[in-house]
């Protein structure tokens, strides 16, 4: 039985980051947008004109939490909200939305993350940077 493992090249992560871009710069959002592959490991990240340095870590651990727990950060957000601290103690989780994982015929590819506005204009970036991608 062969099983073709699908990747993120370089080029899928610039087209990915290109359609956030685009999202981020359209709204004057000045953002962080990361890719990261299905190890959690940097792909690419891009800092747009004026976003805040300290929103490069956010982002970074926002694409990786994506990626390991295999789904959105917004998942952990939710449950912190509802009183569910326990998930703060779960390593390598940020209760921030904006990450995203990227899956690609049902295979999880790697995953996006984004930093720099309110948590919901960050995944609104990172859903557009994904469906660029997909397109």
Known sequence: MTINKIMLTLDDAKVIAA???AEAIRNGWPVV?????DGGHLLYLQRLDDAQF???NVAIEKAQAAIAFRRPTKVWEENIAEGHLRYLNL???IPIEGGLPIVVNNQFAGAIGVSGVRSFQDAQIAQAGIDAFVA
């Open 33 to 37: 947008i990361v890719i990261v592959d």
């Open 54 to 56: 300290g929103s490069i």
């Open 91 to 93: 390593p390598g989780t």
């Open 19 to 21: 359609g956030a871009e």
